[in-house]
């Protein structure tokens, strides 16, 4: 429990650190980041992996760089679900689904895993 608890922190640090960088995506407040880190967190449990299988054809023609567009689509359809969170347009989406998960990767390395 301790570790969901702190991976939902550092996930919501680095939601408001990409929000920061990237000028197509706001966040209101640190509850609304947190919020939006829970709901990215099911999203990226529960819908990305069927996302994925359907969108394998068009990931197989593009040697998998159609990802980068299905995590932007995700993350923007996260903005979409959680008041206080915005993502402009797709482009933003998806390059702030990159920073995301760049942040969240570093973070976790440095954190958690020691």
Known sequence: MRGFVW???????????????????????????????????????????????VTLPINILTVGLFTFVVNGFLLWLVADVVNGFTVENILAGIIGALVLS?????????????
């Open 7 to 53: 991976r939902w922190i550092l996930n919501a640090a680095a939601l408001y650190a990409t929000a920061y960088l990237i000028d197509g995506i706001t966040i209101a407040g640190v509850g609304a980041a947190l919020v939006a880190a829970l709901v990215w967190g099911l999203v990226n449990t529960v819908i990305r992996p069927i996302v994925n299988l």
């Open 102 to 114: 760049v942040f969240s990767s570093v973070l976790s390395a440095l954190i958690i895993d020691k």
